[in-house]
């Protein structure tokens, strides 16, 4: 595979001007069809926290961009893979990013106890589509099933009452009230560990010695080996590329999208591979991406926990890697609807329990 981007380490000081421009020369620019330049420079000024010395330099090298001298707009995802790599340490994605993965500092044995929930899921019109009355609307939202990592759900309520139904793999709705689901869940985990070498050469060739993690859009993210090409490796991706490879392998494999937990409530993929002992390993190489380039003093363990072992930071869902885990459907159209995901960490704890255990095979 050609790997565009070179390899990115941590830098040990904040870097100035010299470490933007190398992000750039390395940024995966989000392709025409899927680019939205919306962010106006003020307030790409504001998420990069650069001043505008740097990002005028940053337009005379090349940062793609709309609008006109002095007024331009940008592709936020190219900002914010910008930013990520930039090593200033001061712009919003970095911030923000050190903050998020701050439960990486843990020791992994954290990641394996039950954790109750909070979750609320909302689903409204796309804003292109939020107008007129259509002539059928219908919704759908991945059904959680935290029992499948060791879990249980407590309770869940979905609406709009009389028209949403619960199913094995969506709620769905139809009609011009959206879509909502709220209740209380707890996830967890179980240490594990990869036994067959073969299994473990493939699940960790992807890792942050070569590849970059980056925000983009869905689509692009299913084009795996043009984004793997170009050294970023996001979670949809790498696991599709991986679940490819396991499976040539003779491995029983598949995605799994779902949550994580606390996590800016951000929608997630990983693989889930069945080793020579017939467990199912879960492997999550955008994880560990993050926990070396991002996450500020990450225990020395926890990639291994991301190669092998169920995790309660994931809530899990039936769809793969390449199915999005909410649709808004007008007229026959598909397009992605605005959400309101919230999911907190419980006040209440609950103690251990005897369950039923998590899943031994993949569910393929």
Not at 97 to 125: G, K
Request: charged fraction near 25%.
């Amino acid at each position: 595979m050609n790997i565009e981007a070179k390899p990115w380490t941590r830098p040990a000081a904040p870097r100035g001007l010299e470490g933007w421009l190398d992000s750039l020369r390395d940024l995966l620019v989000i392709p025409p069809e899927l680019r939205d330049e919306w962010v106006e420079r003020d307030a790409a000024l504001e998420l990069l926290q650069c001043g505008p010395e740097i990002l005028d330099e940053l337009l005379r090298a090349g940062l793609p961009h709309g609008g006109t001298p002095g007024a331009e707009r940008f592709d936020r995802f190219d900002l914010v893979n910008l930013a990520l790599y930039s090593g200033s340490g001061t712009s919003v994605p970095e911030k923000t990013m050190r903050y998020a993965l701050r439960w990486m500092h843990a020791d992994p044995e954290a990641l394996f106890r039950p954790q109750r929930w909070n979750y609320s899921v909302a689903l409204t019109p796309p804003a292109a589509h939020g107008e007129g009355e259509p002539e059928r609307t219908d919704w759908n939202l991945a059904t959680p099933h935290p029992e499948l990592s060791g879990g249980w759900t407590e309770s869940l309520s979905i609406g709009p009452a009389g028209a949403a139904t619960l199913g094995e793999k969506d709620i769905t709705a139809s009609g011009t009230s959206g879509l909502t689901a709220s209740g209380v869940l707890v996830t967890s985990g179980e240490r594990r560990e990869i036994v067959s070498e073969k299994l473990r050469a493939i699940v960790t060739s992807y890792g942050p010695d070569r590849f970059r993690w980056g925000r983009m859009p869905e689509e692009l993210q299913w084009r795996k080996d043009e984004v793997l090409a170009q050294g970023y490796a996001p979670c949809i991706s790498v696991c599709l590329e991986l679940a490819e490879r396991c499976r040539e392998a003779g491995f029983e494999a598949r995605t799994r999208r779902g949550w994580i937990m606390g996590m800016l409530d951000l929608a997630h993929s990983w693989l889930e591979v069945v080793d020579e002992d017939g467990l199912v390993k879960n492997v999550d190489p955008a994880f560990v991406i993050l926990a070396d380039h991002h996450a500020e003093a990450p225990h020395p363990d926890i990639a291994q926990a991301f190669t092998g072992s169920l995790l309660n930071r994931l809530l899990p869902t039936e769809h793969h890697a390449d199915e999005p885990v909410n649709g808004y459907r007008r007229g026959g159209l598909f397009a992605h609807p605005r959400h309101q995901t919230d999911i907190q960490l419980s006040a209440e704890q609950p103690a251990p329990r005897e369950t039923a255990g998590a899943g031994n095979g993949s569910g393929n």
